[in-house]
């Protein structure tokens, strides 16, 4: 199924709808007790109009993780981020969005992941270009956004931040810009709460979620396979660094650099946020998207296809784990 996807022809994103179908599947066939985490402003709405348990809920998070996948794509095609173009960091994208049962709903978390793309998206559009004023602006608002949808998403304005300097001569002028843009969401909806006269209910929606390694994962051994899953992807990451690197262009190693910043920011999260649920983790698939992809794209074939087949059997199996028990 993975060779499907070795290919430079975007049109071939299409093939995701079938792999996302296949992935999220269980999400419309088997009752899952999903456990929200801390939302934000907005990702407290989101919940109260879309219930994370419903098929609108799950419908939505296929169309959703589609576009986020096809702009993964797209960011990496157009970047030249890995030395060959293929749909991969799309692909594990979908795969670590939807690797477990607590993940297969429109959460909050999964929203601020849209517009920590498009944040990143504007940021590497920064690259050896003189005025970027606009673009700068525009990743401190979209990681403004996605902070309303679910708190800790905050973290990521210090990665962007960080990724200027590494990607340019960031001016004080532009690190004013990137600031007033991440502010203007809470500016406008702050403006919005005072004139219906709720601006403490503002505050205290928008920032009475903070705490510090406030997990609330259960002892069940799916979290810690959850964990583990994730634990060692990253030090897959880290470990080929060099790989990744490897007779790429130095605009690539610029932008690898940046994915592996956003990755110690996405951990720096557990700092900062109260009521950790599983699908916190899904705030990693965005730069693991990249990386993990690439470690597969630069594998041997055979060896890359039998090891995605495994992942995707073992997925499959524990999301229908309930009809385990039906069937002893």
Same mark, same amino acid.
């Given at each position: ?8 022809? %975007? ?9 996302? %179908? ?9 009752? $899952? ?5 801390? +939302?934000? %402003? ?26 986020? &996948? ?8 157009? $970047?030249?981020?890995?030395? @060959? ?7 594990? *994208? ?57 708190? @800790? @998403? ?14 340019? +001569? ?8 990137? %600031? ?23 505050? +205290? ?18 979290? $810690? ?18 790989? *990744? ?6 605009? +690539? ?9 956003? !990755? ?23 730069? !693991? @998207?990249?990386?993990?992809? #690439?470690?597969?794209?630069? #594998? ?24 385990? *028990?039906? &069937?002893?």
């Amino acid at each position: 199924m993975l060779s499907l996807f070795r290919t430079n022809q %975007l049109v071939a994103n299409a093939l995701l709808i079938f792999y996302i %179908l296949l992935l999220r599947f269980s999400s419309f066939v088997v009752p $899952y007790e999903l456990h929200p985490g801390q +939302a934000g %402003l907005l990702g407290e709405n989101l919940l109260n109009i879309v219930p994370p348990e419903g098929t609108l809920s799950a419908i939505l998070s296929v169309i959703l993780i589609f576009l986020q &996948a096809l702009l993964i794509n797209v960011i990496s095609a157009r $970047y030249r981020i890995a030395r @060959s173009v293929s749909l991969f960091p799309g692909v594990f *994208y979908v795969l670590l969005c939807s690797c477990f049962p607590d993940f297969l709903y429109l959460s909050p978390v999964l929203v601020a992941n849209t517009f920590i793309i498009l944040a990143l998206y504007e940021l590497l559009g920064t690259y050896k270009r003189y005025y970027s004023n606009g673009r700068i602006f525009s990743a401190g608002l979209w990681i403004g956004v996605a902070t309303l949808f679910y708190f @800790s @998403s905050i973290v990521f304005f210090g990665a962007v931040f960080i990724g200027f300097f590494i990607l340019r +001569a960031f001016k004080f002028k532009e690190q004013i810009g990137l %600031l007033l843009g991440f502010i203007s969401p809470f500016w406008i909806t702050g403006i919005y709460y005072f004139t219906n006269n709720a601006l403490p209910d503002f505050w +205290a929606r928008s920032f009475g979620n903070i705490g510090f390694l406030d997990v609330s994962f259960s002892n069940d051994w799916e979290n $810690y396979v959850q964990l583990g899953l994730f634990a060692i992807l990253i030090l897959v990451a880290i470990f080929n660094y060099r790989t *990744y690197t490897y007779k790429v262009s130095i605009q +690539a190693q610029k932008f690898i650099d940046v994915f592996f910043w956003v !990755l110690a920011f996405s951990l720096g999260t557990l700092l900062i946020q109260d009521n950790l649920q599983p699908d916190h983790l899904i705030l990693l698939a965005v730069p !693991l @998207s990249f990386l993990i992809g #690439m470690t597969f794209l630069y #594998m041997n074939n055979r060896f890359a296809e039998a090891l995605h087949f495994l992942l995707l059997a073992g997925i499959l199996l524990l999301q229908f784990k309930p009809f385990w *028990y039906m &069937a002893g």
